[in-house]
């Protein structure tokens, strides 16, 4: 698909592509960069936070505040390395058009979702929103390449 094409269908096919052919549901997939990066954001905040201050940043809803020094340097290197992975899923994504993470980014963006708003309803609803759009649209951007690959 085009982007001239894209351009006329509105701003709404930059959150939720129209799958055709097999360019557009790379298109689509590609959108798992996005949510990837805002994961690898996230996670590197917390990671910052949780260096800084020593909690983490839900800290007032959870007991997740470190007890001792394991507990601690333990949730930086979990967090780093959640961090470090996704970056690497937003740089396979971006560069070399790898697409094999966009099913366990979904759920993980999903999941994630779903428990923050367990956790504090209301609270970041239209950002929510928006990447739950995105982590799905790469979804079906997956199921696209694969449905048009086969053929």
């Known amino acids: 698909m085009n982007e001239e094409k894209q351009k006329e269908e509105g701003i709404f096919r930059t959150f939720w592509t ?4 097999l360019e557009s549901a790379q ?6 960069a996005v949510a990837s990066g805002y994961l690898a954001f996230s996670y590197a905040i917390s ?4 260096y800084f201050s020593g909690e983490t940043l839900f800290a007032e809803y959870n007991e997740t505040i470190p007890a001792d020094k394991f507990e601690y340097y333990f949730q930086l290197i979990v967090y780093s390395l ?3 992975f996704f970056i690497f899923v ?9 697409f094999g993470f966009i099913p366990l980014l979904s759920l993980w963006m999903l999941l994630e979702i779903g428990y923050k708003f367990y956790l504090v309803p209301g609270k970041g609803l ?4 928006i990447f739950t759009v995105v982590a799905i649209n790469s ?4 199921l696209g390449i694969r449905r048009y690959q086969k053929t």
């Not at 937003?90 to 790898?98: A, D, P, Q, V």
């Not at 979804?139 to 997956?142: A, H, K, N, P, S």
């Open 82 to 84: 959640i961090t470090i």
């Open 27 to 32: 298109l689509a997939a590609s959108a798992g």
């Open 126 to 129: 239209v950002l929510s929103l």
């Open 139 to 142: 979804l079906r951007g997956w």
């Open 47 to 50: 990671l910052l936070f949780l």
């Open 90 to 98: 937003t740089y396979r994504i971006l560069k070399h058009k790898k």
């Open 18 to 21: 129209k799958i055709e052919d």
